[in-house]
T-cell receptor
Framework: NAGVMQNPRHLVRRRGQEARLRCSPMKGHSHVYWYRQLPEEGLKFMVYLQKENIIDESGMPKERFSAEFPKEGPSILRIQQVVRGDSAAYFC???????????FGSGTRLTVV | GIQVEQSPPDLILQEGANSTLRCNFSDSVNNLQWFHQNPWGQLINLFYIPSGTKQNGRLSATTVATERYSLLYISSSQTTDSGVYFCGSGGGTSYGKLTFGQGTILTVHP
C-alpha cells in the first residue's frame, strides 16, 4: 500500500511558466483534497474532487488555478503563469469516502523565481 | 464557514512532561481530525475523532461536539513529538473539506 504519492517533490518555475502538480491517491480512495501551506502558516483548503467531478472549489483562486481528477490517472493541480506569491508547499490528501480520515502525501514544494 | 482556533500557539516541554492541546471550532462539525507535521514537513494523521475519546499509545484525544472543542493529550513527551500539531474540522454539505487551525508548535527538549 504505497500511500498518497505526490510528484514532483520539488518544483522550480520561472515567473510566467506553468506548474503541474500530481497526486495519486491511496488505493481504494476516490476522494482527493488539495491544500496550500505558505511558510510558517497553516493549511488552506483549495479544492475537493471525486473521480471526474469537482465537489468543492471554494478555496481556489479565480484565475490561473485549475484542478482535475480524471477517470484514469492522478489528480492534477495546474497553475498557469506562476507568480512569486504562488511559492508554497502544496499538499494532497485522499480518503475512501467523504468525511473519512485523511492520508496526506509528502507535498510538492513550489518555488517561483 | 467554520472557524478553528488552536491553543496554545507555542509549547515548550522537557522530555517526559505531559501536555494538552486545544481546538475550538465555531459550528457543529461531523469531521474532526488531528495531524502532526514533523520537522521534515510530513503530515501524519493522529486521530479521526468527530466525537468521543480515542487513545493511541501515549496520545489520546477527546471531542465534545456539543461544546465545540477537541483536546489532544500527549503523555510522557519525547523529542520525536516535536513539530506542529494541526486540528482540522469539517461540517455542512461539503464535510470532507477541512478547515485548519493555525497549529500548535511543540518543542520537546531532552
Amino acid at each position: 500500500n504505497a500511500g498518497v504519492m505526490q510528484n514532483p517533490r520539488h518544483l522550480v518555475r520561472r515567473r510566467g511558466q506553468e506548474a503541474r502538480l500530481r497526486c495519486s491517491p491511496m488505493k481504494g480512495h476516490s476522494h482527493v483534497y488539495w491544500y496550500r501551506q505558505l511558510p510558517e502558516e497553516g493549511l488552506k483548503f483549495m479544492v475537493y474532487l471525486q473521480k471526474e467531478n469537482i465537489i468543492d472549489e471554494s478555496g481556489m483562486p479565480k484565475e490561473r488555478f485549475s484542478a482535475e481528477f480524471p477517470k484514469e490517472g492522478p489528480s492534477i493541480l495546474r497553475i498557469q503563469q506562476v507568480v512569486r506569491g504562488d511559492s508554497a508547499a502544496y499538499f494532497c490528501a485522499s480518503s475512501p469516502r467523504q468525511g473519512d480520515g485523511y492520508t496526506f502525501g509528502s507535498g510538492t514544494r513550489l518555488t517561483v523565481v | 464557514g467554520i472557524q478553528v482556533e488552536q491553543s496554545p500557539p507555542d509549547l515548550i516541554l522537557q522530555e517526559g512532561a505531559n501536555s494538552t492541546l486545544r481546538c475550538n471550532f465555531s459550528d457543529s462539525v461531523n469531521n474532526l481530525q488531528w495531524f502532526h507535521q514533523n520537522p521534515w514537513g510530513q503530515l501524519i494523521n493522529l486521530f479521526y475523532i468527530p466525537s468521543g475519546t480515542k487513545q493511541n499509545g501515549r496520545l489520546s484525544a477527546t471531542t465534545v461536539a456539543t461544546e465545540r472543542y477537541s483536546l489532544l493529550y500527549i503523555s510522557s513527551s519525547q523529542t520525536t513529538d516535536s513539530g506542529v500539531y494541526f486540528c482540522g474540522s469539517g461540517g455542512g454539505t461539503s464535510y470532507g473539506k477541512l478547515t485548519f487551525g493555525q497549529g500548535t508548535i511543540l518543542t520537546v527538549h531532552p
